[in-house]
């Protein structure tokens, strides 16, 4: 892992975007809750990923600007075309959004305006339009090489998903791609190549188009995998949960969907705070009742905003993909279907070791999807018949269910009915989902107050036990059973209520003293360092200072044994406390540590 020097001390970049509905004139009331918003958090680039308006005319790109042209002398607005900017002519686009784009951003031949990239401080920001990704590889493949040397982080915004819940390139370009149309044949022949270089150069993907939030790692063909981000729901409108993980290729970290039929849409507003090599992520939503211009204000007046989703990650750190204990306890010694936090050893730049030494992902998020058919025309499709399209699901999307090779979301996730009928077609089942998570251990260098590098752990407790419908509505996962299929070991059964711990609420808000699973970490003292002269310790956001997670008669001497994840070593006194327990292991010169939430360790000096 390579030690990398902060560039800047702070900055931060969000997701946002406006969809304006021609019904409505323009979705001014979240558009401008958003922007409010970034400023307030000192938002400096807004990343608007499309759909700045919903038929491309004149009238509806000054109703964008009324609200953007108030923000201009307080943040950077980088926008991309969306789906619905085509409908009206290159030239108003051009007018609408030219004097927002920088003047030092490198703008792709042919596409001025449309697909361009910028460096800020240590981030290279490459932007996309809708219907151009499939025909930019050449431009962001120019960019990624010409910039990564000298960048930290890459985000790389356009408007469509990579692999999404309800659109997506992979499902539409190749799934349901039509050998007729230029973009399915490109985005075919660069799909690999993509996946290859966005997991090689660690970069993240963000998107709007589903009005709905998610995030999830994508993997290549190795498993490297990179991160994908859907958000900018800034509209009166929110959109359903129809296909939603794509097991072949895709782990989902985070899903909220809130469908009008509720009675509510969501607006989000996603921040990236970023110092030097690390990235401090933030989602936050409102649930609102406002669907037009003239509706009241309502929940938008005074917006009071909810963080759902956040993760830290350093350029110096490891990862693991952690699976819901939901998983059949038969499934769970294939491979990678392991609900432990365990890890492998860590070692940072500076060369600090830490690890994950126990607990299990017993507190997580589930979904439904709903159920959704497709089909293959002959000679227009690249499936010929409805066979192949199934099989191109299960080669590019799906996991076929095989006992060494399970299905976790459903038994037949895709399949082929009426057959033989004028009515075939695959259908692809409604199913429930469980989120996984992604566990990082991130170094930073040691400062002045510390023996060893600092470690922020990240991704034990940013999910709560929330259980929504296709459409968002809340249902119980302690007592509602899942969707047929969708046990996870190729039986018919639904997955099972789950019983979640008792820090649970089954809610979507993740304070700052939010609990999560216990767990425990390992980190090694450095040399010439033991219990008797140095100690672990949190670092306190509110005193900025390094607090010891334990005293010193409150350390155990004992090696850390399983028993250890709920009841106290013998001997450490119960006046200790049974929360955070802290032991130091003599053999192996490594202090240990009970914790339950995310946090930021290190070495200090007793």
């Not at 970049?13 to 304006?20: D, G, H, T, V, Y």
């Not at 290549?220 to 509209?235: C, H, K, L, V, W």
């Not at 905003?305 to 699976?323: E, G, I, Q, S």
């Not at 365990?342 to 159920?371: E, I, M, P």
């Amino acid at each position: 892992m390579q030690a990398l020097t902060p560039r800047f001390h702070a900055s931060a970049i969000a997701l946002a975007a406006a969809l304006m509905l021609a019904a409505c004139g323009g979705a001014q009331h979240p558009m401008k809750a958003v922007l409010d918003f970034h400023v307030q958090q000192g938002v400096k680039i807004v990343l608007a990923v499309g759909d700045l308006v919903e038929n491309g005319t004149p009238e509806e790109y000054a109703l964008w600007r009324e609200v953007a042209d108030q923000y201009k002398d307080k943040l950077t607005i980088l926008p991309v075309m969306g789906n619905h900017e085509p409908k009206g002519t290159d030239q108003d686009w051009h007018d609408a959004v030219e004097s927002f784009i920088p003047a030092d951003a490198e703008h792709m031949l042919g596409a001025r305006n449309k697909n361009y990239a910028l460096v800020r401080d240590n981030v290279l920001l490459i932007n996309i339009s809708y219907g151009w990704f499939e025909r930019s590889y050449d431009f962001v493949e120019a960019m990624v090489n010409k910039h990564a040397a000298k960048v930290d982080h890459i985000i790389l915004q356009t408007h469509n998903s990579f692999a999404g819940s309800r659109y997506g390139l992979v499902r539409e370009n190749i799934i349901d791609g039509s050998i007729s149309i230029v973009n399915d044949v490109l985005f075919r022949d660069a799909y690999d190549k993509y996946r290859n270089l966005l997991a090689a150069h660690d970069v993240i993907y963000v998107s709007g188009h589903e009005h709905h939030y998610s995030r999830s790692l994508i993997r290549d063909n190795t498993e490297r995998p990179f991160m994908q981000i859907i958000s900018g729901n800034a509209a009166y409108k929110g959109y359903e949960t129809r296909f939603s993980e794509h097991e072949r290729i895709q782990d989902y970290l985070m899903m909220k969907v809130q469908n009008e039929s509720t009675g509510l849409v969501d607006v989000n507003a996603s921040v990236f705070e970023v110092t030097g090599p690390k990235i401090d992520y933030r989602s936050y939503f409102i649930s609102h009742s406002v669907f037009a211009n003239t509706d009241p204000l309502q929940e938008l007046e005074n917006p009071s905003w909810t963080l759902m989703d956040r993760f830290v990650r350093t350029n110096d750190r490891c990862a693991k993909t952690v699976y819901p204990s939901s998983v059949p306890s038969d499934v769970q010694r294939f491979g990678v279907y392991d609900p432990s936090y365990r890890t492998s050893t860590c070692v940072s730049a500076g060369g600090s070791r830490a690890r994950l030494l126990d607990g299990v992902n017993h507190t997580f998020n589930r979904h439904d999807s709903r159920t959704r058919t497709m089909g293959a025309t002959p000679g227009y499709s690249f499936a010929n018949s409805n066979l192949e399209m199934e099989s191109m699901m299960y080669r590019y999307i799906f996991q076929r269910h095989q006992s060494y090779s399970p299905n976790l979301n459903n038994s037949q996730r895709a399949r082929v009915v009426n057959v033989g009928a004028p009515d075939e077609e695959v259908e692809v089942r409604g199913t429930t989902i469980d989120l996984k998570k992604q566990v990082l251990l991130n170094w930073q260098a040691k400062g002045n107050a510390t023996l060893s590098d600092e470690l922020i752990i990240s991704g034990i407790n940013g999910q709560d036990g929330t259980y929504i419908d296709p459409y968002g509505a809340v249902l119980d996962i302690t007592t509602v059973t899942g969707l047929p299929g969708s046990y996870g070991n190729g039986t018919e059964l639904g997955k099972a209520p789950v019983v979640l711990p008792a820090h649970a609420t089954k809610g979507w808000a993740l304070a700052d003293d939010k609990v999560g699973d216990s767990y425990v970490v390992e980190f090694v003292a450095p040399a010439g360092r033991n219990a008797a002269n140095s100690v672990i310790a949190r670092y306190d956001t509110t005193t900025k200072a390094w607090v010891p997670l334990a005293g010193a008669s409150c350390v155990s001497a004992q090696a850390y044994q399983t028993g250890y994840l709920t009841a106290l070593p013998a001997d450490v006194d119960a006046a200790c406390g049974n929360t955070t327990v802290v032991g130091f292991n003599a053999a192996t010169n490594a202090f240990w540590a009970r914790l339950n939430r995310d946090d930021r360790v290190a070495i200090v000096a007793r």
